[in-house]
């Protein structure tokens, strides 16, 4: 049972949220990579995720979040965004919401507890098949970014040598 209040108040307090976020991104090492992303997609990105959280944990299809991700994987790479950077992105984005839901102090029954921890097994799914995706996406950029060595595809295809002779 998730608590549709606990949820609400997590959708009405995006813009909030979302400042935390951006800010762990530009302060962070392990988002440097995020500085090749306008800030205004960055912002839009993470409220597209806080305005509608009920919408993306509840009733999203599996094929709509594959696509939305895939989709975003794809865009990250083609920015040099490296995949560690937009790997720990969603470590964070999943954090500020958790920290805000600690901070509300909104448990005071089991019932509430429950329903907290239905919230973050519903978080976590959603953060970590949005990564896994993402990884797809990635893929289909054709390179990893950042390293400059060749994906996996292009080793299947034997359009780049992984030995060096």
């Known amino acids: 049972m998730?608590?549709?209040?606990?949820?609400?108040?997590?959708?009405?307090?995006?813009?909030?949220?979302?400042?935390?976020?951006?800010?762990?991104?530009?302060?962070?090492?392990?988002?440097?990579?995020?500085r090749n992303v306008p800030p205004s997609e960055l912002r839009q990105r993470t409220l597209e995720i806080l305005r509608h959280l009920s919408e993306w944990l509840l009733c999203k299809s599996e094929s709509e979040i594959e696509r939305r991700y895939k989709e975003m994987g794809r865009a990250r790479a083609l920015q040099n965004v490296s995949f560690a950077d937009f790997c720990w992105s969603m470590v964070f984005t999943k954090e500020q919401i958790w920290g805000f839901v600690q901070q509300q102090g909104y448990l005071q029954s089991l019932v509430e507890i429950y329903g907290e921890m239905e919230l973050l097994r519903l978080l976590d799914k959603f953060f970590e098949r949005a990564i896994c995706y993402g990884a797809e996406g990635y893929e289909t950029a054709g390179t990893q970014v950042g390293n400059g060595e060749p994906s996996l595809a292009e080793i299947a295809e034997g359009g780049k040598d992984c030995v060096s002779s």
């Open 2 to 34: 998730l608590p549709v209040r606990l949820v609400h108040l997590i959708e009405g307090h995006c813009d909030e949220i979302a400042a935390g976020v951006l800010k762990k991104f530009q302060g962070s090492p392990r988002t440097s990579d995020l």
